[in-house]
C-alpha cells in the first residue's frame, strides 16, 4: 500500500513490508530494492535505468559473497576441488590441498577471505550510490507530494481514495492515466 511505500521511502522503515516470519534486514533490503525499482518504472522516473542497473550490481555482489562464505565454511570442515575451483573462477586464487589442516587451512581461507574483501567495500560503494540516487530521485518528492496527488486522483475518479486504500503500481498507473487524460484533451482543443 502506498501509506507503506511511503514508510520505507521517507523514514527508512523497511519493517513495514513484513507479512510474516522474521526476515533478515538484508532480505527486507532486497524486497525494497525491488518495490523501489518497480516504482521508478511505474512512475517513468529518468533515473530508473541507473537504480537498476545499481541494484543488479548489489544483488550480484551480495550473492557471491553469500557464495564464497558458503564455500569457506564448507572448507573448514571437508576439502572439495570443485568447490576451490568455483574461488579460483573468482580470481580468488586459491591454493588449498587435500592435505592441508590447521594452521596451513585456516591462514589459506584467510587469504581467500582477504581476496574476496573487495566485494564487501564494493557492495558498501554501491549501496551508497544507491542512496545517493534514491535521494536525488525523491528530493522532489515528500509526503505533501503524495498527499497532493492523492486528492487529484480522488478528484479525478469522484471519489476519495487514502494512502491506506491504494497500492503503489496503482497509484502511478493513476497518475499516468490523469496525465494522458489531459493530454488527449489538450490535443483536442488545439485541433479545434
Same mark, same amino acid.
Given at each position: 500500500?502506498? $501509506?507503506?511505500?511511503?514508510?520505507?521511502?521517507?523514514?527508512?522503515?523497511?519493517?513495514?513490508?513484513?507479512?510474516?516470519?522474521?526476515?533478515?534486514?538484508?532480505?527486507?533490503?532486497?524486497?525494497?530494492?525491488?518495490?523501489?525499482?518497480?516504482?521508478?518504472?511505474?512512475?517513468?522516473?529518468?533515473?530508473?535505468?541507473?537504480?537498476?542497473?545499481?541494484?543488479?550490481?548489489?544483488? $550480484?555482489?551480495?550473492?557471491?559473497?553469500?557464495?564464497? $562464505?558458503?564455500?569457506?565454511?564448507?572448507?573448514?570442515?571437508?576439502?572439495?576441488?570443485?568447490?576451490?575451483?568455483?574461488?579460483?573462477?573468482?580470481?580468488?586464487?586459491? *591454493?588449498?590441498?587435500?592435505?592441508? *589442516?590447521?594452521?596451513?587451512?585456516?591462514?589459506?581461507?584467510?587469504?581467500?577471505?582477504?581476496?574476496?574483501?573487495?566485494?564487501?567495500?564494493?557492495?558498501?560503494?554501491?549501496?551508497?550510490?544507491?542512496?545517493?540516487?534514491?535521494?536525488?530521485? *525523491?528530493?522532489?518528492? $515528500?509526503?505533501?507530494?503524495?498527499?497532493?496527488?492523492?486528492?487529484?486522483?480522488?478528484?479525478?475518479?469522484?471519489?476519495?481514495?487514502?494512502?491506506?486504500?491504494?497500492?503503489?503500481?496503482?497509484?502511478?498507473?493513476?497518475?499516468?492515466?490523469?496525465?494522458?487524460?489531459?493530454?488527449?484533451?489538450?490535443?483536442?482543443?488545439? *485541433?479545434?
Amino acid at each position: 500500500m502506498l $501509506d507503506k511505500f511511503q514508510d520505507c521511502l521517507f523514514e527508512n522503515d523497511l519493517s513495514v513490508l513484513i507479512i510474516s516470519g522474521s526476515p533478515t534486514q538484508e532480505d527486507l533490503q532486497a524486497a525494497w530494492d525491488k518495490i523501489y525499482v518497480q516504482y521508478c518504472q511505474l512512475s517513468q522516473d529518468s533515473s530508473y535505468n541507473e537504480v537498476f542497473e545499481t541494484i543488479k550490481e548489489i544483488n $550480484d555482489l551480495r550473492a557471491k559473497i553469500y557464495l564464497i $562464505d558458503g564455500i569457506i565454511v564448507y572448507l573448514q570442515l571437508s576439502y572439495s576441488k570443485e568447490l576451490i575451483d568455483i574461488l579460483n573462477v573468482f580470481a580468488l586464487r586459491c *591454493t588449498i590441498k587435500q592435505e592441508d *589442516t590447521g594452521a596451513v587451512l585456516a591462514d589459506k581461507l584467510n587469504t581467500v577471505l582477504g581476496r574476496a574483501k573487495k566485494w564487501n567495500l564494493k557492495l558498501k560503494q554501491k549501496q551508497g550510490d544507491l542512496e545517493k540516487l534514491r535521494t536525488k530521485s *525523491t528530493g522532489k518528492l $515528500d509526503r505533501n507530494y503524495f498527499d497532493d496527488q492523492l486528492f487529484e486522483i480522488s478528484k479525478f475518479n469522484g471519489y476519495h481514495i487514502k494512502a491506506s486504500d491504494i497500492t503503489v503500481s496503482q497509484f502511478c498507473r493513476s497518475l499516468n492515466k490523469i496525465v494522458e487524460h489531459y493530454q488527449r484533451e489538450e490535443f483536442k482543443n488545439k *485541433t479545434r
